[in-house]
């Protein structure tokens, strides 16, 4: 079992940056891909960035590319995204989700493991 924690968001102007953490227990992440997903109010969760096992590999929607990194500390347990040069658009709840295997996936179904959500709001 891995519990997700997440932190590290809040309320930032257009052009801001944020720094979100997910901190996992319960088992090691290292044999892990993990992800993080948002959900805007009144639309569905959607794939924001992954990050394989080992952190080589990452992913990321289009209308993030060049803005958000993802990252990961295996030796910390924990999995970071970097949020720059923040939009209006990227108001959501932030979830930070554990998959079922080391490769960094974008479809929620092989996410078993998820937090319990941290909000960013982004006002023009």
């Known amino acids: 079992q891995v519990q997700l924690v997440e932190s590290g968001g809040g309320l930032v102007q257009a052009g801001d940056s944020l720094r979100l953490s997910c901190a996992a227990s319960?088992?090691?992440?290292?044999?892990?891909?993990m992800g993080w997903f948002r959900q805007a109010p009144g639309k569905e969760r959607e794939f924001v960035a992954s990050?394989?096992?080992?952190?080589?590999?990452?992913r990321y929607t289009d209308s993030v590319k060049g803005r958000f990194t993802i990252s990961r500390d295996n030796a910390k347990n924990t999995v970071y995204l970097q949020m720059n040069n923040l939009k209006p658009e990227d108001t959501a709840v932030y979830y930070c989700?554990?998959?079922?295997?080391?490769?960094?996936?974008?479809?929620?179904?092989?996410?078993?493991?998820w937090g319990q959500g941290t909000q960013v709001t982004v006002s023009a």
């Open positions: 989700g554990a998959s079922s295997t080391y490769f960094a996936p974008i479809t929620q179904s092989e996410y078993p493991y």
């Open positions: 319960g088992r090691t992440l290292i044999t892990y891909g």
């Open positions: 990050i394989t096992g080992s952190g080589v590999g990452t």
